[in-house]
């Protein structure tokens, strides 16, 4: 009982210091998620990490939230995904709502713009090297067929613009057969 209250009130913390101090939307406290977990804590794997990524990703709803959601139900079942739901949203609503009741000495104050384009460019290193983490893992297992499906993806997406949801139905039908082709090898 001990062990599952430090669990606990360790995803509780984790989350709501995360959430505290990450700006620029949920990717980047997916990164950060994956540091404190993987890397920091090995509660676990890289592997599982991204598969808790693709399901928070594919869940209607903001992503940091949803990967709080699956991160807890991992690590601790449903008392899980409320310890981490709860310490994931706290800091977000502090933040509007100071941000709400200050908005216009905050629009108009040359030295918060300038704090909020410099993060910016942080926030964009840390997406780089988040999805280029993600992609070296990614391709440890089936390389040719994943860079395939990421090439394809973009090309039929960006220059002959085919809607994203067919694609993502196109990849869930690629699964598929695949299983398939695994089950009856097997």
Not at 18 to 34: D, E, N, P, Q, R
Not at 78 to 99: A, D, E, M, Q, R
Not at 127 to 138: C, K, P, Q, R
């Amino acid at each position: 009982m001990k062990e599952k209250r430090r669990l606990l009130l360790e995803l509780f913390t984790s989350t709501l210091y995360l959430s505290a101090f990450t700006f620029g939307g949920g990717y980047v406290i997916v990164s950060l998620l994956k540091e404190r977990f993987v890397d920091q804590l090995h509660y676990i794997d890289e592997k599982e990490m991204l598969d808790l990524v693709a399901i928070a990703q594919s869940a209607p709803g903001a992503i940091a939230v949803n990967g709080a959601i699956v991160l807890g139900y991992k690590m601790s079942g449903i008392l899980g995904i409320v310890v981490c739901v709860i310490g994931t949203i706290i800091p977000p609503i502090i933040i509007i709502s100071v941000v709400a009741y200050f908005y216009k000495i905050f629009i108009t104050n040359k030295i918060i713009s300038a704090m909020l384009l410099g993060m910016r460019s942080g926030i964009g290193a840390i997406i780089v090297s988040v999805v280029y983490d993600m992609v070296l893992s990614v391709m440890d297992e089936h390389k040719e067929r994943n860079i395939l499906i990421m090439v394809g993806s973009f090309v039929l997406n960006y220059f002959l613009n085919v809607n994203i949801i067919y694609i993502i139905l196109g990849c869930i039908l690629l699964a598929l057969v695949e299983l398939f082709i695994r089950r009856k090898k097997a």
